[in-house]
């Protein structure tokens, strides 16, 4: 590499200072109507989806990625969403308890021509119990006539509100600013407490796949009294469980077990709380219900796995319950619609029975072992070298691009970047992943592989 000009550590340093770790997270939370999904669409540079949701119609995505200021981070939306059966002081606690569970600083949005109500108050109270950054968000200030407003919200006691429209961008650059002030580098309670503590699974799937079965399966007597670990912090809402000799943390079992039942909205809160667990996990271990045809809903939570880069088991559930023809049909279409994540290990379990569930473990610690696996740069060269020597990129307009070389910039999911001579495409890159993946394994990891063109 050192013939191409350039310094590897250099490099390496580089991308990790410009944010191919993981991202830390940042969640807006506040009442309906206050300007929550407007100021995301603000902060993530985008006018469109959000705010043109209809009533009703549940949204799956609520984490973005943004950048501000040459820094990135996801921003959890808790906007958009009725107000629902629990009234609007419950319906607003419970959705800014589950964004702030999963976020490493919290915007704090209070529409400023209305000033603090009570329900403003009781989101107050939350952000102090769970002692997380807040940035005051004083919105509707369209004009400076409406910074007085802005002003008496020192009253709620989170320091100084920060004036902002967000429907015309005034303002926010100041507040955004602060975020940055008060957002770690990287999300702590994923990453940065880690180290030889238990290892953090998110159990997900849709509703009725049979999660609170399986945590009990699993759980049986083998749940962990919380003292006799020492040194560890234990959040109510995750499960200390003894699998394979192995103490497991199992992070959001509150969803789990329904503590809040729902009928409206509750899809919604089904997605923030995977997200949140997502989040939080290491590893995502989603349920599908191998008697149930494989649904959208199914692919939008092993995508939302994939796309927050965790390692992924797939366990399909209710084994008992197949006969010969349903087992047929779901091989099909474990093919068809999720075969786009066909490098994560999978297991086919009961819940009831109990069959096979001695296979999670293993999956669990092979998915987990791909996602931290760092290829040296001297391999990964060599077998660039001899890849594109024997598969050369096709010939465009007359050049043909070429790729000098590559490292891996980071773990946790592996993160490469290739330096190539011009344009490589879509397909090219396709090819690269699933030589790289046959080549270092990666089993239950997605893998992210970004190319820079030199001039
Ligand atoms: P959410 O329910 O908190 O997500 O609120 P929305 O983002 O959907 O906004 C509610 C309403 O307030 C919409 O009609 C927005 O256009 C409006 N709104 C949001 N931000 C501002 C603002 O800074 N100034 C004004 N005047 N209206 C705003
Ligand atoms: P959750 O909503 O994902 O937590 O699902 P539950 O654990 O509440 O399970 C939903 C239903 O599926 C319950 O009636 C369970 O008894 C049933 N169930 C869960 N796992 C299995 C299984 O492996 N086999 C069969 N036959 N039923 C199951």
Sequence with gaps: AAEEGFDLEDVEGALEAAGHGPLPVLAVVGRPNVGKSTLVNRIIGRREAVVEDKPGVTRDRVTYEAEWAGRRFKVVDTGGWEQDVLGIDASVAAQAEYAIEAADAVVFVVDAKVGATDTDEAVVRLLRKAGKPVVLCANKVDGPSGEADAAYLWSLGLGEPYPVSALHGRGTGDMLDQVLEVLPEAPAQTFGTAVGGPRRIALIGRPNVGKSSLLNKVAGEE????????????????????????????????????RVHLQQGADYYASLRTAAAVEKAEVAVVLIDAAESISVQDQRIVTMAVEAGRALVLAYNKWDTLDEERRYYLEREIETELGQVAWAPRVNVSARTGRHMEKLVP??????????TRVPTGRLNAFLGELVAAHPHPVRGGKQPRILFGTQAGT???????????????????FIERRLREEFGFEGTPIHISVRVRE
């Design 363 to 372: 999956a669990i610690e092979t998915a987990l072992e791909g996602w931290e």
């Design 223 to 258: 749940r962990v009294v919380v003292n006799e670990l020492a040194g560890t912090t234990r959040d109510p809402v995750d499960e200390m469980i003894e699998l394979g000799g192995k103490t497991w943390k199992f992070v959001d079992t509150a969803g789990i077990r329904k």
């Design 412 to 430: 946790k999911p592996p993160r490469f970047v290739l330096f190539a001579s011009g344009f490589i495409e879509a397909g090219y890159r396709r």
